[in-house]
């Protein structure tokens, strides 16, 4: 899933100052399992915002709506009209989603109340980690499912350094915490599945063209 997290409250009350009545938007797919986007976050927001203006003798006018998913056309179709009547929308989706809906409300400001992190998965109670980039060349299926393009601190194709030691990166030093060898886990994991000579082969250097090298991607299926 994509993972974002929320800007700090004091740089979304400055970006929302000019205005009189904002709605925020949230996205309850992605953002809002990292506790981020969600209707419940929502809610939140708009409470905060709510008190930080009225502290400061604001008036204020805040709307409040969540989506299934910010990115896909047909769920905006509420937002836009919602949107109306507000001067501005405060999206708490992933970069993508906020883009989506900025480019149908023109001559409205869209603005953007999270920072979008990385594709990653939930590794435990309030803990999101980078899985992957993106990169649009997999090589999951040589390394056993594990990916050395996002998970190797130095993105080594034929790995482990030599800063790997007991099963851990060099960083775990800067760090200061336990940052796994993905090398040596691709390891343990071809080791289990009988596939080691796997690590005989060369890995030649990475095509990084898919990886958006040319500009914004896009994908398209003539059968669609």
Known sequence: MVVGERKPLSEIKEMVRPYGKILIAGCDTCTAECLSGGRKQVAELAAALDMAFRLEGKAMEILEISVDRQCIQDFLLDIIDKAAGAEAVLSIACGAGIQSLAERLPGKAVLPG??????????????????????????????????????????????????????????????KCDVPCVWALIYDRLSELGELDRLTAYCGPKDWRPAGSSGPRQLVRPDH
């Open 114 to 175: 999270l920072n979008t992190m990385f594709i990653g998965e939930s590794s435990g109670t309030g803990l999101w980690q980078e899985r992957c980039q993106g990169c649009g060349d997999c090589m999951l299926g040589v390394t056993g499912g594990l990916c050395p393009v996002t998970r190797c601190a130095k993105g080594l194709l034929n790995g482990p350094c030599g800063g790997s030691q007991g099963g851990k990166c060099e960083v775990s030093m800067t760090l």
